[in-house]
């Protein structure tokens, strides 16, 4: 697997927090076929379980799509840290509406975590995959 940095990987204890929008603040007209907050709910409980088993410490931090409140909740999950690594996932990312929360998202952590390693995935079903990237494992 390629290494997305050349510095050597954290190691396993780092912590790490997981961003990603909550499935009741999405507009599921602009989905895929078949994806209901329910099954989104499920992909992510999945996903987070994934990363239970593999002994990772993550804290998962669903947010809501406006970046002030998105800010809000993820200042309130820092106070869990320190973290060494954040994941920030596709629903945030990649929809060109969330550019702005995305910025926030970044900056916000940027901030808050001096030195904060960031890594991102495009599904609930890659972030164990991601996560191993980064950490020693």
């Given at each position: 697997m390629a290494q997305p940095t050349t510095s050597p990987p954290l190691?396993?204890?780092?912590?790490?927090?997981?961003?990603?929008?909550?499935?009741?603040?999405?507009d599921y007209s602009q989905m895929p076929e078949g994806?209901?907050?329910?099954?989104?709910?499920?992909?992510?409980?999945?996903?987070n379980a994934a990363v239970r088993e593999a002994g990772?410490?993550?804290?998962?931090?669903?947010?809501?799509?406006?970046?002030?409140?998105?800010?809000?909740?993820?200042?309130?999950?820092?106070?869990?840290g320190p973290f060494g690594l954040a994941l920030i996932g596709g629903g945030v990312?990649?929809?060109?509406?969330?550019?702005?929360?995305?910025?926030?998202?970044?900056?916000?952590?940027?901030?808050?975590?001096?030195g904060i390693r960031l890594c991102f995935n495009t599904s609930p079903e890659e972030t164990i995959d991601v996560l191993k990237r980064w950490i020693q494992v």
């Open positions: 190691p396993r204890d780092t912590k790490v927090l997981t961003i990603g929008l909550h499935p009741r603040g999405l994806l209901d907050e329910a099954v989104l709910t499920a992909r992510i409980e999945a996903g990772l410490d993550a804290v998962p931090c669903l947010v809501d799509s406006s970046p002030a409140r998105a800010e809000a909740t993820i200042r309130e999950h820092l106070g869990e990312r990649m929809m060109p509406g969330h550019t702005l929360l995305f910025e926030r998202i970044v900056n916000v952590l940027i901030e808050a975590q001096p």
